[in-house]
């Protein structure tokens, strides 16, 4: 059998190189693909525990995670169309407007 | 009876009253009719209580009037003092002579104040000057002569400044003589409340006499004796009060009683549980000390009344007797020292009202008022006030020799200096003004010799001639007035305005001419030829000639110098012979210098043009100088002495002395010595013509020099005609270090220190506290507080707005550490517990 650490050590790397694309890239896609990379790394670290403790408790929230992430995937995408109407560009460094 | 006696204060008192507020609405006719009939109404009560007191052997009587229930009453101290007035020989003496000269002077003044613009409001002064008189010689306490003496001084001001608007500044010269004769009298007053004051202190009343108190003994025993005394006792039908029969039995043979018959001398008892007999009578209003029952029981002395029931001079003489001591706190004195002490206050007080040094300078400016005023006011009745009541407390007098040979020793020198600086005035006022200070002089003499009779004497016989001569100086200067305006009528064809004011002119330039300097005078007997002949006797009856009144009069008094003189030895009969030399010499200086004043007035001729358009004063005027010289040639038979053969003329010798004597404890018929008497006709005679050979046949005054001042006298009358200086030296003395130093009081201690000082300081010290408050506190602290809670918070803000950077990846970071930062805090429990 693959030993539940694997798993989790996967998650990890998964969720570590999520973070790492949110706070690196400028492209708002890419940052997104970056936070549903974090998601899915989540949801391994999910199902990895569930088969370790035979609980299904860890599946249904894997399925509470999806149905988020496409929703916020869904606003997400709308919200990029809208600035781009506007901004001509999808470079978040380029959204400051709101500073201090 | 009784009732009356109140009117006599009251009358005048009423045409005061209608004249002030009504006065302005009366015609002067009118109001000077309701002036002279509330003077002669009173002068008609005075003679009905004269011959009240003729018709009942001089009894006394004291009344309370109706209207005064009692005056002052402090139970809880021991305050008694009634509104009582006393009538007896004496104050009906002072009455007769203020009304009925009064009265003459009333009907002068209509004519002389003709025209005046306030002419209702002279005649109002006057009744009320009248009224306060009479309320001082009526009262039978010190209060009430007090009351009088302050109000106769008011009267007096507003007298002497009536003219206070006078045009060309002359106003100010006679209120300035007003207030001064006000503030001189003001000094006196303190002299005589003091007086009171250690009055009520030693006796503990202010009563001259109580209503039974006998007055002097003497004068009773020999009324008794002259009456059909002998009789034992009788014991009439008790007197209209009451259960006293007992009294009267018990003093059965008693050696001080005498009953008389036929006499209406009142009984009375000095019981003092039973209503007291005539005090019971008079809380009832009236009291009627001539007696009931003509068989009433008499008492010739106060033995029989004790100590607490005794008026002033009644428990004096007991004190006397006891040689008691007063207390006055931790000091006691005898009761000898506290009288002397008494009656040198009332000299002060006697100086101040009576014109003697130091404080007569008031008199002479006080001719600034109208003349009727002077006549009246400062000749005849307010002057005398002192004199009246130094007679009155004659007990007190008597009793302490040291003021009596002071109070001679200032009328002798009095007299003497008045009458020198007499002999250098010009203005015809001023030289009667200072024989008046002359005369009171000869009256203060008097009273220090212990002579209350020829005091009073002289006294009444001044009233008269120095009225006389007063109201005929007022009739001469109206006529220069008169002369004054015809003159530039004849000489300019002015219209002639009604021209009996007493202003300059106005049409023409105000030239020098004063109608009452004697320099302007000369040749007037002709023009004025009545008004020369009552001047002429008034100025021989001021001068001692016989057989006109001054003559009798001086005469007694220089006698009774004489006689104290012999008869005191050392230095107080050494006093008197001083003072008896002193008054021949103002006797003569008298007869010099009124005589000067007949050159210079009447004779000679005229040296100005309006003495020879001088006409004769209205009959108004007339009349009463005609009345006045007709008395100054008689009164002076009322007191002749005996010995000589002039008794007839009134019906008895001394009739004066014995009317005086009753009321008047230690009064004795005066004694005439005849060489004296010839002596001082001698001096008078002398002075006159030495006076006629210096100023007579037109040389009184030539040049602008006084005749005097040709001969080898002439410093001396530099001397007098500068008044010996008094003024100026009182100025030197007391009023420019008093002007100076009320200055530093109000300038340098008030002005200067107190405000600009003491004031600027305390509002520097407000206002540089404020500032001090103002700005490092309130902008330094409290503003540095309030603000810099704002600053702070604007500084945190804009540090803290930096963290809004709005770049996404910012957030995510922050975001991603505080996570971070949260998990470990939740780690930690893990690695302290296992690791």
């Known amino acids: 059998m693959v030993q539940t650490e694997a798993f989790v050590m996967l998650s990890a790397v998964l969720f570590v190189m999520g973070t790492l694309g949110v706070l690196v890239r400028r492209n708002a896609i890419l940052v997104f693909m970056s936070v549903e990379l974090m998601l899915n790394a989540a949801n391994l670290s999910f199902v990895a525990f569930a088969k370790h403790w035979q609980n299904l408790d860890g599946h249904l929230f894997v399925f509470f995670v999806m149905t988020v992430a496409a929703a916020e995937v869904a606003v997400g995408l709308a919200l990029i169309v809208t600035i781009f109407r506007s901004k001509q560009s999808i470079d978040i460094d380029e959204l400051h407007q709101m500073e201090g | 009876m009784a009732q009356i006696v109140p009117l006599i204060i009251l009358i005048p008192a009423l045409g005061a009253f209608i004249n002030t507020f009504w006065g302005s609405r009366l015609e002067e006719r009118q109001s000077a009719l309701v002036g002279i009939f509330a003077s002669t109404g009173a002068f008609i009560v005075a003679l009905l209580l004269f011959f009240n007191l003729m018709g009942n052997n001089y009894q006394e009587a004291v009344i309370n009037p109706f209207f005064f229930d009692s005056w002052i009453r402090i139970p809880s101290a021991g305050v008694e003092i009634p509104w009582q007035m006393r009538v007896d020989t004496l104050s009906v003496t002072m009455m007769l002579v203020i009304t009925g000269v009064g009265s003459l002077i009333h009907v002068y003044a209509m004519g002389y104040m003709h025209g005046d613009p306030r002419f209702s409001r002279f005649f109002t002064y006057l009744n009320m000057f009248l009224a306060f008189m009479l309320i001082l010689v009526t009262g039978n306490n010190f209060l009430m002569l007090f009351v009088g003496w302050e109000g106769v001084g008011l009267s007096s001001y507003l007298l002497i400044g009536f003219w206070f608007d006078k045009a060309h500044g002359e106003g100010y010269r006679n209120a300035n003589a007003a207030r001064k004769a006000?503030?001189?009298?003001?000094?006196?007053?303190?002299?005589?409340?003091?007086?009171?004051?250690l009055i009520f202190w030693?006796?503990?009343?202010?009563?001259?006499?109580?209503?039974a108190e006998v007055v002097n003994t003497h004068a009773l025993t020999g009324a008794a004796a002259s009456q059909n005394a002998g009789h034992g006792d009788e014991h009439g039908s008790d007197a209209s009060h009451g259960a006293e029969d007992s009294h009267s039995?018990?003093?059965?043979?008693?050696?001080?009683?005498?009953?008389?018959?036929?006499?209406?001398?009142?009984?009375?008892?000095?019981?003092?549980?039973?209503?007291?007999?005539?005090?019971?009578?008079?809380?009832?209003?009236?009291?009627?000390?001539?007696?009931?029952?003509?068989?009433?029981?008499?008492?010739?002395?106060?033995?029989?009344?004790?100590?607490?029931?005794?008026?002033?001079?009644?428990?004096?003489?007991?004190?006397?007797?006891?040689?008691?001591?007063?207390?006055?706190?931790?000091?006691?004195?005898?009761?000898?020292?506290?009288?002397?002490?008494?009656?040198?206050?009332?000299?002060?007080?006697?100086?101040?009202?009576?014109?003697?040094?130091?404080?007569?300078?008031?008199?002479?400016?006080?001719?600034?008022?109208?003349?009727?005023?002077?006549?009246?006011?400062?000749?005849?009745?307010?002057?005398?006030?002192?004199?009246?009541?130094?007679?009155?407390?004659?007990?007190?007098?008597?009793?302490?020799?040291?003021?009596?040979?002071?109070?001679?020793?200032?009328?002798?020198?009095?007299?003497?200096m008045a009458g020198y600086i007499a002999l250098g005035q010009w203005d015809i006022k001023k030289v009667l003004a200072y024989s008046t200070v002359s005369q009171l002089g000869f009256m203060v003499a008097?009273?220090?010799?212990?002579?209350?009779?020829?005091?009073?004497?002289?006294?009444?016989?001044?009233?008269?001639?120095?009225?006389?001569?007063?109201?005929?100086?007022?009739?001469?200067?109206?006529?220069?007035?008169?002369?004054?305006?015809?003159?530039?009528?004849?000489?300019?064809?002015?219209?002639?305005?009604?021209?009996?004011?007493?202003?300059?002119?106005?049409?023409?330039?105000?030239?020098?001419f004063d109608p009452q300097d004697m320099r302007y005078m000369g040749g007037l007997a002709r023009r004025m030829p009545l008004t020369y002949l009552t001047y002429l006797i008034g100025t021989l009856a001021l001068a001692g000639i016989f057989p006109f009144a001054g003559f009798w009069s001086k005469d007694e008094i220089l006698a009774d110098a004489f006689l104290k003189g012999v008869e005191d030895g050392g230095l107080v009969g050494a006093g008197a012979f001083i003072a008896l030399g002193m008054l021949l010499i103002a006797a003569g200086f008298t007869a010099f210098y009124m005589w000067r004043q007949m050159e210079l007035v009447?004779?000679?001729?005229?040296?100005?043009?309006?003495?020879?358009?001088?006409?004769?004063?209205?009959?108004?005027?007339?009349?009463?100088?005609?009345?006045?010289?007709?008395?100054?040639?008689?009164?002076?038979?009322?007191?002749?002495?005996?010995?000589?053969?002039?008794?007839?003329?009134?019906?008895?010798?001394?009739?004066?002395?014995?009317?005086?004597?009753?009321?008047?404890?230690?009064?004795?018929?005066?004694?005439?010595?005849?060489?004296?008497?010839?002596?001082?006709?001698?001096?008078?005679?002398?002075?006159?013509?030495?006076?006629?050979?210096?100023?007579?046949?037109?040389?009184?005054?030539?040049?602008?020099?006084?005749?005097?001042?040709?001969?080898?006298?002439?410093?001396?009358?530099?001397?007098?005609?500068?008044?010996l200086y008094w003024d100026e030296i009182y100025?030197?003395?007391?009023?420019?270090?008093?002007?100076?130093?009320?200055?530093?009081?109000?300038?340098?201690?008030?002005?200067?220190?107190?405000?600009?000082?003491?004031?600027?300081?305390?509002?520097?010290?407000?206002?540089?506290?404020?500032?001090?408050?103002?700005?490092?506190?309130?902008?330094?602290?409290?503003?540095?507080?309030?603000?810099?809670?704002?600053?702070?918070?604007?500084?945190?803000?804009?540090?803290?707005?930096?963290?809004?950077?709005?770049?996404?990846?910012?957030?995510?970071?922050?975001?991603?550490?505080?996570?971070?930062?949260?998990?470990?805090?939740?780690?930690?429990?893990?690695?302290?517990n296992g690791g």
Do not use: C
Request: charged residues 15%.
């Open chain 2, 182 to 197: 006000f503030i001189a009298n003001r000094v006196g007053d303190f002299g005589l409340l003091m007086a009171i004051f």
């Open chain 2, 202 to 211: 030693t006796f503990g009343t202010l009563d001259f006499y109580k209503a």
């Open chain 2, 249 to 416: 039995t018990t003093e059965d043979g008693h050696a001080s009683i005498i009953v008389l018959t036929g006499a209406s001398l009142q009984e009375t008892h000095g019981e003092a549980t039973d209503a007291h007999g005539s005090e019971s009578a008079s809380e009832h209003g009236e009291t009627d000390a001539h007696g009931a029952s003509p068989d009433a029981p008499v008492y010739l002395n106060n033995d029989h009344i004790p100590t607490e029931l005794l008026g002033v001079f009644g428990k004096a003489e007991r004190m006397l007797a006891e040689n008691a001591t007063v207390q006055f706190g931790p000091f006691s004195l005898g009761i000898g020292a506290v009288i002397t002490l008494i009656t040198l206050f009332m000299l002060l007080g006697a100086t101040g009202k009576s014109a003697q040094i130091p404080l007569f300078i008031w008199l002479p400016d006080a001719m600034a008022g109208p003349t009727p005023v002077s006549a009246l006011i400062h000749a005849a009745t307010m002057v005398t006030a002192g004199v009246y009541m130094m007679v009155r407390s004659n007990v007190l007098f008597h009793a302490s020799d040291t003021t009596s040979f002071i109070v001679a020793i200032i009328g002798a020198t009095t007299a003497l």
């Open chain 2, 446 to 512: 008097a009273v220090g010799f212990q002579a209350y009779v020829p005091a009073m004497f002289h006294l009444v016989t001044h009233a008269f001639f120095k009225a006389l001569l007063f109201l005929g100086s007022g009739s001469v200067i109206h006529g220069m007035e008169h002369g004054h305006h015809h003159m530039h009528d004849h000489h300019k064809n002015e219209a002639h305005h009604d021209g009996h004011e007493h202003d300059e002119h106005a049409i023409v330039e105000h030239d020098a």
């Open chain 2, 602 to 723: 009447f004779y000679g001729d005229h040296r100005h043009d309006a003495a020879a358009h001088a006409p004769e004063s209205a009959p108004s005027m007339i009349l009463p100088l005609l009345v006045l010289a007709f008395f100054s040639l008689t009164i002076g038979f009322m007191n002749t002495p005996s010995g000589i053969g002039l008794a007839w003329i009134a019906g008895g010798a001394h009739r004066f002395a014995d009317w005086i004597i009753v009321s008047v404890q230690h009064a004795h018929v005066g004694v005439f010595l005849p060489l004296l008497a010839l002596v001082a006709l001698s001096v008078g005679i002398g002075a006159i013509l030495l006076a006629r050979s210096i100023y007579g046949g037109g040389k009184a005054y030539v040049d602008g020099t006084d005749a005097l001042q040709k001969t080898v006298f002439a410093p001396g009358f530099q001397l007098s005609s500068a008044r």
């Open chain 2, 731 to 832: 100025f030197a003395l007391f009023i420019t270090p008093f002007i100076r130093a009320s200055k530093f009081f109000g300038i340098t201690l008030d002005w200067n220190w107190w405000h600009d000082g003491f004031h600027h300081a305390l509002r520097d010290l407000f206002n540089g506290f404020g500032r001090i408050l103002a700005r490092p506190i309130e902008s330094g602290i409290i503003d540095a507080t309030v603000l810099g809670v704002g600053r702070l918070a604007t500084w945190v803000s804009s540090r803290m707005r930096r963290i809004q950077t709005g770049y996404v990846r910012t957030y995510a970071v922050v975001l991603l550490s505080g996570a971070i930062l949260v998990i470990i805090a939740l780690l930690i429990p893990l690695f302290q």
